[in-house]
């Protein structure tokens, strides 16, 4: 059974910081391309940073510069760093997995943890 585990949501002020972390297990993590999304109130689903087996990233324009995701495979954990958050970032944040090649819409990622809300405030 495949769980992804989300931590490290909380409330934070504009131009802070937050790292949130994700725990994977019941599959091999070594192989999955982690992501990680968000959602705000009334929007979809948005991509913002993947990373591949080989800790290659991507990064939404919105997230590019100061959100940094990485991955511990020893750990089957993946995190992001975020700074200089805004509240525009205010969302729930979601971690996913899939396996193989990287990819940036929510519907090619089939695990998926539960949420984590971040709310900045301004």
């Known amino acids: 059974q495949v769980q992804l585990v989300e931590s490290g949501g909380g409330l934070v002020q504009a131009g802070g910081s937050l790292r949130l972390s994700c725990a994977a297990s019941?599959?091999?993590?070594?192989?999955?391309?982690m992501g990680w999304f968000r959602q705000a109130p009334g929007k979809e689903r948005e991509f913002v940073a993947s990373v591949d087996w080989s800790s290659s990233t991507n990064y939404a324009d919105s997230a590019q510069g100061r959100f940094t995701i990485s991955r511990d495979n020893a750990k089957d954990t993946v995190h992001l760093q975020m700074n200089s958050l805004k509240p525009e970032d205010t969302a729930v944040y979601y971690c996913?997995?899939?396996?193989?090649?990287?990819?940036?819409?929510?519907?090619?990622?089939?695990?998926w943890g539960q949420g984590t809300q971040v709310t900045v405030s301004s």
């Open positions: 996913a997995a899939r396996y193989f090649s990287s990819r940036f819409k929510a519907s090619d990622y089939r695990y």
């Open positions: 019941g599959l091999t993590f070594s192989k999955c391309v």
